[in-house]
């Protein structure tokens, strides 16, 4: 069950430990979740994980590769397993929900600069900001 991790680890030349195998376990089933949730996620099947030993596996797997952070103006760090595939975010003002949007348009970096300044661009970052479906009667009140 946990050997697409242990490979997945090993390919990046990260020791195979139980932290790091529950930490990737949660990030797949709960995509965009911030450090507190995923420290939550991961102790409630392994009690013994400190909170330390969490901050320092998603360093690890944000270094090498295999989680990617993000981090909406105003909002919590957030990780992901979703990685090296440049697609974007839609993020609720209201409650901070995030959910992936595909490339904008083509491949990466998808979305073509109206001035490089000379800059070779492989990436295009694009946070879409509204409100979500559950937030959307709130935020109508208000504007
Ligand atoms: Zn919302
Ligand atoms: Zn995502």
Do not use: K
């Not at 989680?67 to 919590?76: H, K, L, M, W």
């Not at 995030?98 to 492989?122: Q, R």
């Not at 694009?126 to 109508?140: F, H, I, M, N, T």
């Amino acid at each position: 069950m946990t050997s697409a991790f242990e490979e997945q680890l090993r390919a990046v030349s990260l020791r195979v430990t139980r932290p790091r195998l529950a930490v990737l376990a949660a990030l797949r089933d709960h995509p965009h979740v911030d450090t507190d949730t995923v420290i939550d996620l991961v102790r409630t099947d392994h009690p013994t994980v400190s909170h330390q030993a969490v901050y320092d596996v998603l360093r690890a797997l944000t270094d090498t590769g295999l989680v990617r952070r993000i981090q909406p103006a105003g909002a919590t760090a957030r990780y992901e397993m979703r990685v090296r595939d440049n697609h974007h975010h839609v993020v609720c003002r209201w409650c901070g929900a995030i959910a992936d949007v595909d490339c904008a348009a083509g491949h990466a970096p998808c979305l073509t600069a109206s001035d490089d300044h000379g800059f070779v661009i492989d990436e295009a970052e694009v946070v879409y900001w509204g409100a979500c479906p559950d937030c959307l009667p709130r935020s109508e009140g208000t504007r």
